[in-house]
């Protein structure tokens, strides 16, 4: 199940997992994992998911949400109950992430039947809280929006272009060095303005960095 709604600008800045973190407890002889993951797209959710259900694929259930975007976000969500009674799994996990203050999360609780049933009441209470003890303890980084660019300068330039990279923390994807020397970088969207301007410089006005495409933050 997906959503529609409202998402945060593409430069917002906020907390997101770092890694996955998982978490396990045992309430009434069933055992819950939560499973924590940064996804940055619908993608990536759904292929946690996958590797999720191929880890425990003898699970009695592995219940998911997500929330692609910012911490409270609406737009890219998902959930699903896999087999336990309607709402009383996926819609409590959804709830705790779009109020946690985390962006950019998908949480699968897979469950060990033991035998005790718990009721709807306490399914919710159980994969909601889940996730809750899970995000207790969630190591957590700030989201920092990337931009990629391409430039070439002639070969006389190619020394000040190498020196200004750690200024701007650009990370080289590519380098080629045919009739002039061709850059593809990646750095933080509040740097181009420096690597611009200092380019500019370089080439008298001649060149500027040329953004590829809309980049995913890191």
Same mark, same amino acid.
């Given at each position: 199940?997906?959503?529609?709604?409202?998402?945060?600008?593409?430069?917002?800045?906020?907390?997101?997992?770092?890694?996955?973190?998982?978490?396990?407890?045992?309430?009434?002889?069933?055992?819950?994992?939560?499973?924590?993951?940064?996804?940055?797209?619908?993608?990536?959710?759904?292929?946690?998911?996958?590797?999720?259900?191929?880890?425990?694929?003898?699970?009695?259930?592995?219940?998911?949400?997500?929330?692609?975007?910012?911490?409270?976000?609406?737009?890219?969500?998902?959930?699903?109950?896999?087999?336990?009674?309607?709402?009383?799994?996926?819609?409590?996990?959804?709830?705790?992430?779009?109020?946690?203050?985390?962006?950019?999360?998908?949480?699968?609780?897979?469950?060990?039947?033991?035998?005790?049933?718990?009721?709807?009441?306490?399914?919710?209470?159980?994969?909601?809280?889940?996730?809750?003890?899970?995000?207790?303890?969630?190591?957590?980084?700030? &989201? /920092? !929006?990337?931009?990629?660019?391409?430039?070439?300068? *002639?070969?006389?330039?190619? %020394? @000040? =272009? +190498?020196?200004?990279?750690?200024?701007?923390?650009?990370?080289?994807?590519?380098?080629?060095?045919?009739?002039?020397?061709?850059?593809?970088?990646?750095?933080? &969207? /509040? !740097?181009?303005?420096?690597?611009?301007?200092?380019? *500019?410089?370089?080439?008298? %006005? @001649? =060149? +500027?960095?040329?953004?590829?495409?809309?980049?995913?933050?890191?």
């Amino acid at each position: 199940m997906t959503g529609a709604g409202s998402d945060a600008r593409h430069d917002a800045r906020y907390p997101v997992p770092v890694g996955r973190h998982r978490v396990e407890s045992v309430i009434d002889r069933s055992r819950f994992i939560c499973t924590i993951e940064r996804v940055r797209t619908v993608e990536e959710a759904q292929a946690f998911i996958r590797a999720m259900n191929a880890e425990f694929a003898d699970a009695t259930h592995n219940c998911w949400a997500y929330v692609v975007g910012a911490p409270g976000s609406t737009d890219r969500i998902g959930l699903s109950d896999d087999g336990e009674p309607h709402g009383t799994a996926g819609r409590p996990m959804l709830t705790v992430l779009q109020h946690c203050g985390v962006g950019e999360t998908a949480a699968v609780v897979t469950r060990y039947y033991g035998g005790v049933k718990l009721g709807t009441g306490g399914l919710v209470k159980a994969y909601g809280g889940a996730v809750q003890e899970a995000l207790a303890t969630l190591p957590t980084e700030e &989201r /920092v !929006d990337t931009v990629t660019v391409t430039f070439a300068v *002639g070969y006389m330039h190619v %020394g @000040a =272009v +190498q020196q200004l990279l750690p200024e701007v923390n650009a990370e080289v994807l590519q380098q080629d060095f045919g009739v002039e020397a061709q850059f593809v970088l990646r750095l933080p &969207r /509040v !740097d181009l303005p420096v690597l611009s301007n200092h380019i *500019g410089n370089l080439t008298r %006005g @001649a =060149v +500027q960095p040329r953004e590829v495409n809309a980049e995913s933050p890191t």
